[in-house]
């Protein structure tokens, strides 16, 4: 059974909860407290060199880190994961502007506002990562008009990936409802087979108001 190192109101964590209730794979958990320092512990770094969730040990001991890497690795064999090469490639083209694009602005927007973070940034910086958001989810909500989903017209772990933080964009103080196109996705993911619903707010982490080691 695979190990899955996670921090609850970690949606970059979410994203393989999230696969792996859809796989109907079990797994066990260690949960990382990551504010109180427990990612940068020599045990958890050569588990991930970044000292950050999520991360994987498999049966056989190897580890594997990266959420949208992670996601690639579990999906191999299933629904999830379109097999033709280039629709391979489509799906890391979304990956990696999940990776580059919406982790930078959405999903921290949605950390610094649930943690009472923001108001220790510079204004001009907070309204460079709204103004980035905003970008993101106009880029979506275009891309979305004429599909049903990011790569291709099936489900697969891109919309998985790119779900776990837009899907809670308005907890950072976005206007979802702007973005019609992305709404209407995020109900159709909502409604795949074994879709997950608990989410954690970073609340039930006293020390998430701490910056990160
Ligand atoms: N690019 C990484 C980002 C992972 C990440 O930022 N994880 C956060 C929680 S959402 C974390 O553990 N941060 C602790 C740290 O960076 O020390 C991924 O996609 O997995």
Redesign the pocket.
């Known amino acids: 059974m695979i190990t899955l190192y996670d921090?609850l109101p970690?949606?970059?964590?979410y994203k393989i909860r999230l696969l792996l209730a859809q796989l109907q794979q079990e797994y066990k958990t260690e949960l990382v407290s990551?504010f109180e320092g427990e990612?940068q512990r020599p045990e958890f770094l050569a588990i991930n060199p970044?000292?950050?969730?999520?991360a994987i040990r498999l049966e056989d001991g190897r580890v594997l880190?990266?959420?949208?890497a992670i996601l690639f690795y579990l999906a191999q064999g299933s629904q999830f994961l379109p097999q033709d090469s280039y629709e391979q490639a489509r799906l890391w083209q979304w990956l990696s502007f999940e990776?580059d694009y919406v982790?930078a602005t959405v999903a921290t927007i949605r950390h610094w506002t649930m943690t009472g973070k923001l108001a220790r940034r510079a204004e001009s910086l907070v309204s460079a990562k709204r103004a980035g958001s905003l970008k993101v989810l106009r880029i979506l909500d275009r891309e979305l008009a004429d599909r049903r989903f990011l790569v291709a017209d099936t489900y697969t772990i891109a919309d998985i990936s790119l779900f776990a933080y837009v899907h809670l964009a308005e907890e950072g103080g976005l206007p979802l409802p702007d973005f019609p196109h992305v709404l209407r996705w995020i109900e159709r993911v909502k409604s795949q087979d074994n879709y997950l619903g608990q989410v954690y707010p970073y609340s039930i982490d006293p020390y998430s108001i701490r910056e990160?080691?």
């Open positions: 921090y970690s949606q970059n964590a990551i990612g970044t000292g950050a969730v999520p880190a990266e959420s949208n990776g982790q990160l080691p």
